[in-house]
Nanobody
């Protein structure tokens, strides 16, 4: 069983920064693909940032230059550094990991972390 636990969300003023963490625990042997999604009230879930084990990353246009996705393989942890936050970034953020586990190649989701940016 693999679990993803997110942390680091909260309330921040516009222009501030937050760093989200997503720790994968359980029988996961490798992380091949990672991503952060967000869902604002009344809107569809959207991809914010994604990365691969090969080092490729891509970002939504709205966060380019402000957000950075990274990982610590030794800790099975994925991060999302968010700088220059604005109220439009307010949403629940979800981490997503695809990799090999004791059940084969699977995709896993975190429980979500609320990020609120005040103006």
């Amino acid at each position: 069983q693999v679990q993803l636990v997110e942390s680091g969300g909260g309330l921040v003023q516009a222009g501030g920064s937050l760093r989200l963490s997503c720790v994968a625990s359980g029988s996961i042997f490798s992380i091949n693909r990672m991503g952060w999604y967000r869902q604002a009230p009344g809107k569809q879930r959207e991809l914010v940032a994604a990365g691969t084990s090969g080092g490729t990353t891509n970002y939504a246009e709205s966060v380019k230059g402000r957000f950075t996705i990274s990982r610590d393989n030794a800790k099975n942890t994925v991060y999302l550094q968010m700088n220059s936050l604005n109220p439009e970034d307010t949403a629940v953020y979800y981490c997503n990991i695809a990799g090999f586990s004791s059940s084969g190649y699977r995709e896993f989701w975190g429980q979500g972390a609320q990020v609120t940016v005040s103006s």
